[in-house]
């Protein structure tokens, strides 16, 4: 009797999503990035199955952060109280696929600024920059549905990617997301089920799930990452087994977490150099999660985005 | 669980009519309302009543995919009828082909025909296998398990692949003298198919047969249903406009962890 064939298959495949709009959609990007596609495991053999390659958001604070270590503040010294030369230094030095400006500076406890701030930076560094951009809010409900509509209408036309919503408060976002198509980011605990459920919602709003790109949340290495880890890997195994409302790329957010750790920001000399620590903590975190299957990597320190950047090309 | 949507059967006064009148709207709706509802297949079966079998197959198998790109269960004991239905059908997006015997006295090739004729197909071409054979349909659980290890071993020398290959353990209704004991017999030789080979081959019903001349239909089919699932079913034909019925499926695959919870997993198990 001959071998048999036992070739199981995947159902599933993570969806496709572009960002950014160039002049021709609309918009003013001088380049447009997708990701997704994947319908395989990460490194599952089939190199036809591996989809887009994973791309690098640097942050880009609408305000100059006030708890940045020495280490990577340094990196952007020049630059730290202008949104737009610091997005033009992330992508034109530093080799950003994609600026993601974060608005913490709108935070109530962090400087409480206002939408016309928002809106100014926003403009300003579309203007400073041709790549695409990610809009992401400061985490307050009530502040980031009073500002982000406006941001997002700043940046009508260039097919943004926006966020977050989560399930207690996606209904403001989604509906302006939706009306400036741009993509959105939903948000999660790191829970699968809540990850879900959060996909089902904003869908039910008519949002279309093939424009979402989902954000579990992110520990750092050592701190948690085994958690964000497995989540993005059930997330894989879920498109893959045809879970539709699982079947988007993903974004995680290293660079905050990474520099949150006591490794990367501790001022300690008999761990090593602080300007190497923090990048290794980084780039180390990114690679990790590389292998789990996740699609935009926001990172801080150059250094790391050229390590991530070489792995990239080395692996995909 | 891969639900089959049976609705669009001659043995259905409305089906039965819409075929005499080539009435296509009633068909059509058929299968946009079945597709709503998450139907993975349409099963189109002609019935008895027409005389021209073939033709009335090619008729349902174009009028449904004029507007409806959900893909198609055909179903007949007959190869000819079948026949024309693929002939018909695009198989594009996959096909299913309902179904064969191991074997028949007047042809013993059945099954064969049945492969060739889904390998014709294109990838996604698939068949349904009954475990039963020239002796009939068989009661008890072993001789069910060994007309399926049959089967699969035909499937796996004709090199088809066992995601292509759904197994139908016959499921015969509940309401006859002395069958109390077949769901109890289906559900242990299940459990026996599963472990054949691995992968293993799907593993079919057509339900709604088990409460045939039944009070309570609706009951009794889901109720089977999620026990059949925790054996190791993962498709059926079914009666997917039965709000309940998809309801309990949903929550079986939940509870099994073949789908991930969510607040809203009734929706979600639709939508996908």
């Known amino acids: 009797m001959p071998v048999p064939r036992v070739a199981d298959t995947f159902k599933g495949a993570v969806s496709r999503v572009t960002i950014g709009a160039t002049a021709e959609e609309g918009g003013t990007r001088t380049t447009t990035v997708t990701v997704g596609g994947a319908s395989n495991v990460v490194y599952g053999g089939d190199p036809g199955k591996l989809g887009e390659k994973p791309v690098i958001a640097v942050d880009v604070p609408d305000s100059a952060p006030q708890d940045w270590p020495e280490a990577l503040a ?19 030095e530093y080799g950003a696929d994609v600026i993601c400006l974060k608005f913490d500076g709108i935070h109530p406890d962090k400087g409480d600024l206002d939408a016309d701030h928002a809106v100014k930076v926003t403009r300003d560094v579309l203007a400073a920059v041709g790549v695409p951009l990610i809009l992401w809010g400061s985490g307050n409900d009530a502040k980031d549905n009073q500002v982000m509509p406006k941001v997002s209408e700043a940046a009508k036309g260039q097919n943004c990617l926006i966020g977050t919503v989560t399930e207690d408060n996606y209904k403001s976002l989604t509906a302006i997301a939706l009306a400036d198509s741009h993509k959105l980011i939903t948000e999660a605990p790191l829970d699968i089920n809540i990850g879900k459920q959060v996909n089902i919602l904003v869908s039910d709003m008519g949002y279309p799930l093939a424009n979402i790109v989902t954000f579990q949340s992110t520990g750092a290495l050592g701190y948690g990452i085994e958690y ?5 890997e059930r997330q894989r195994l879920a498109t893959l087994g045809g879970d539709k409302m699982m079947a988007m790329p993903s974004i995680v957010d290293v660079g905050n977490e990474a520099w949150r750790t006591r490794e990367a920001k501790s001022d300690a000399p008999d761990w090593g150099p602080a300007e190497a620590r923090g ?13 789990s299957g996740t699609d935009i990597i926001r990172l801080r320190h150059p250094r790391a985005v050229a390590t991530v950047k070489n792995f990239i090309k080395e692996m995909w | 669980m891969i639900a089959i949507g049976e609705r669009i059967n001659g043995m259905f006064t409305d089906v039965k009519q819409a075929i005499a009148e080539k009435d296509k709207a009633v068909i059509q709706d058929l299968a946009k309302r079945q597709t709503e509802c998450g139907a993975s297949y349409l099963d189109v079966n002609v019935g008895t ?11 349902l198998v174009e009028t449904i995919q004029e507007t409806c790109k959900t893909p198609l269960c055909l179903d007949s004991q007959k190869p000819n009828v079948i026949a024309a239905g693929l002939k018909a059908a695009d198989t594009s997006m996959g096909i299913l082909l309902n179904s064969s015997p191991l074997n028949k006295k007047n042809d013993a090739e059945v099954l064969d025909k049945f492969i060739e004729m889904a390998q014709s197909a294109g990838p996604e071409g698939k068949i349904i296998a009954l475990t ?12 069910r398990v060994a007309i399926a290890a049959e089967i699969v071993e ?4 004709a090199g088809f692949e066992m995601h292509r290959l759904f197994v139908d353990p016959i499921v015969l209704p509940v309401k006859v003298p002395d069958a109390q004991q077949q769901p109890t017999n289906i559900i242990a030789a299940i459990g026996q198919i599963v472990l054949l080979s691995d992968p293993p081959p799907h593993i079919v019903v057509g339900l709604s047969n088990l409460s045939q001349g039944a009070g309570e239909r609706s009951l009794i089919n889901r109720t089977f249903l999620v026990m059949a699932a925790s054996h190791g079913l993962d498709a059926a034909i079914v009666d997917v406009l039965d709000e309940q019925l998809v309801d309990a499926m949903a929550t079986g695959e939940m509870l099994l962890n073949k789908q991930l919870y969510s607040d809203s997993y009734l929706k979600a198990y639709r939508n996908a």
Do not use: R
């Open chain 1, 74 to 92: 340094g990196q952007y010294k020049d630059v730290f109280d202008d949104p737009a030369a610091w997005a033009k230094k992330a992508a034109d």
């Open chain 1, 228 to 232: 964000s880890y497995s989540i993005q």
């Open chain 1, 279 to 291: 990048p290794m903590w980084e780039a180390a975190t990114a690679i990790v999660l590389l292998q």
């Open chain 2, 49 to 59: 009543a027409a005389a021209d079998q073939e033709g009335a197959m090619a008729w």
């Open chain 2, 132 to 143: 039963m054979d020239k002796n009939g349909v068989p009661q008890d659980v072993d001789t």
């Open chain 2, 154 to 157: 035909k499937a796996m020398g």
